[in-house]
């Protein structure tokens, strides 16, 4: 039992982080139909950079935080406005699918660049001795990551439920010359849907790097992850995404923890897999919703 | 207000829209007739900028828009009601309408928002009846005018409309018109509307063209309209010929 729990706590840590990036990756598909498969990259920047202000620069950690987030939103609003934008009128999505994997490698070159092939850490938010609960370990970091999460699920109910902003990035998601026709400059909600999913995955990364350390190409893995978590949830679903990302983050713990911890990273193959032949539309969302959606 | 110079509008290699010019006076209801594919939809597809002309020019308020994309027209004072309506159907009744004052909406103009989404409350209570409920579930008629009362959010100048009439019941259809009259007094606005139903445009409209495969064929008043034959024919569906006088 109580390894149990510890497995399974673990498994929702990295759910958490998971699913924090899951959500940039809906966000953006939602607005644009498309992948933004530099997601990754965009957590390992958040991990690294927060090295580089909190532990290199030894700035505060508030302050390393949002200069952190500021650096991946100015990084996610570059590569919208120098790779998306340009190519956003082809309507092609295989083709920026293949933009955003061509940006991912840049910025993982870029990132190795700056701060080579080390991996890097910095201590928590909140040190001190890790609290037992039940027989089980849980870091003080776990709590925050949970608090973190909380904060983006409300930040988002109220962004896209109580703003005319983020009720134009849904109408735009729906039916965008219908959304033109309101006067919503697309262009614009395409750039905004991509820093935010920049600012998110870069929290992650600064959240999760406290536990498990940063190099420069955990990127691509950690995308495929998101990716996963997204389809269990439902693609296009902020709360599938939410949910996907602690099964799948549970799960790859269980795995790991009774079967073989080789297997840690194929579960989620596995389980993208099984999604993908039985029940493409996500645990959660009803093919006929999906099919409103997009009608 | 509105006025088109020689417009020029080709799909790839098909010329749709042949040297069409019209205008549309301050205040004043337009009515557009044609057959189907003559092209109506097109013209108002290129007065609000979702399709590119080809050559011509096109002025509103006096300022040649011709270049402008979709949303700044939109904020200059033109709205369209598509033919396919283009309702949220996963948003709200009501944020549906919020959405239609998106152009002018910020923290200054909130209050002026609420109470013009009231006032269209007023004027269409089916919509204030199902505020809270998604879109997706009114029926087709019901999204028809939710379609023109969005676009009456966005207190438009002119106000192009595409088929408004389509699935809407024919005392609605007139109701609905009713209250574009009384809304045309209260903002000044002016209407450029196409339409199959030619005898309720010619009743409401102040003048007329008339559309036939991308050329402006006939030009003219409402009212003489309707008295002229060749319209008749056309559009009415009276054969005057062989109409025997009783
Ligand atoms: N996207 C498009 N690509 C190619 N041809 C098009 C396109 N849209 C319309 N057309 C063609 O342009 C012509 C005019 O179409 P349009 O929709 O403007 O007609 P309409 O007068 O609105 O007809 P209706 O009364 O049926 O709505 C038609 O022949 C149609 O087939
Ligand atoms: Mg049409």
Redesign the pocket.
């Known amino acids: 039992m109580e390894i149990f729990l510890q497995f399974f706590l673990s498994g929702v840590t990295v759910g958490a982080i998971y699913a924090l990036i899951a959500l940039g990756f809906n966000i953006v598909y939602n607005t644009t139909s498309i992948l933004n498969l530099a997601q990754g990259e965009f957590v390992v920047l958040g991990g690294l950079f927060m090295w580089l202000f909190f532990q290199k620069m030894e700035l505060p950690y508030y302050i390393s935080f949002f200069l952190t987030l500021l650096t991946a939103g100015i990084f996610a609003f570059l590569m919208e406005r120098l790779t998306i934008k340009p190519l956003l009128k082809t309507g092609d999505p295989l083709l920026l699918i293949l933009i955003t994997i061509a940006f991912s490698i840049l910025l993982k070159g870029l990132l190795m660049f700056i701060f080579g092939k080390d991996p890097y850490g910095y201590p928590p938010l909140l040190e001190g001795m890790p609290i037992l609960l039940g027989g089980a370990v849980i870091q003080k970091q776990v709590l925050v990551i949970l608090a973190f999460i909380l904060l983006t699920m409300i930040f988002l109910y109220f962004f896209f439920n109580k703003t005319i902003l983020g009720k134009a990035m849904k109408a735009c998601a729906f039916d965008q010359v219908a959304a033109q026709l309101m006067g919503i400059n697309i262009s614009r909600m395409v750039m905004l849907s991509f820093v935010l999913s920049g600012i998110f995955a870069a929290l992650a990364g600064i959240l999760i790097t406290p536990i498990t350390f940063m190099e420069y190409d955990r990127g691509a893995i950690l995308t495929i992850k998101a990716f996963t978590a997204s389809i269990l949830g439902g693609l296009g679903s902020i709360w599938g995404a939410i949910a996907g990302g602690f099964i799948l983050g549970i799960a790859e713990n269980l795995v790991a923890g009774y079967i073989h911890s080789g297997l840690k990273d194929a579960i989620s193959l596995v389980l993208l897999l099984i999604m993908l032949l039985l029940k493409p539309a996500g645990l959660f969302q009803k093919e006929e919703e999906v099919r409103l959606k997009k009608l | 207000m509105l006025i088109l110079r020689g417009l020029d509008v080709y ?2 290699s ?1 010329h ?1 829209l042949k040297k069409v010019t019209l205008h549309v006076n301050e205040g004043e209801i337009v009515a557009i007739l ?10 108002l597809k290129s007065i609000i900028g979702l399709v590119k002309m080809a050559s011509g020019s096109i002025l509103f308020q006096g300022r040649e828009i011709n270049s402008l994309p979709v949303e700044k027209r939109v904020r200059l004072g033109l709205s369209l009601v598509p ?1 396919g309506k283009g309702i949220f159907k996963p948003l709200t009744v009501e944020d549906n309408l919020l959405l239609g004052a998106y152009s002018w909406y910020n923290f200054n103009h909130k209050g002026e928002v609420k109470a013009l989404l009231e006032e269209i409350y007023g004027l269409f209570p089916v919509l204030a009846e199902k505020r809270h409920q998604l879109a997706g579930i009114l029926s087709g008629g019901q999204q028809q005018i939710l379609a023109i009362a969005r676009a009456l959010m966005a207190k438009p100048k002119l106000l192009l409309l ?2 408004p009439s389509m699935g809407i019941a024919p005392n609605l259809v007139l109701e609905i018109f009713q209250h574009i009259k009384k809304l045309r007094e209260l903002y000044n606005m002016s209407v450029l509307l ?1 339409e ?1 139903n030619a005898k309720l445009s010619l009743k409401i409209s102040d003048r007329v063209y008339v ?1 036939e495969t991308g050329k402006i064929i006939f030009e003219g008043d409402s009212k003489s309209a309707m008295e002229n034959p060749e319209i008749q024919r056309a559009y009415l569906g009276r054969d005057l010929d062989r109409e025997v006088p009783l």
């Open positions: 799909y790839g098909l749709i044609g057959a189907n594919g003559a092209g109506k939809s097109t013209l033919e595409d088929e196409v199959q559309l």
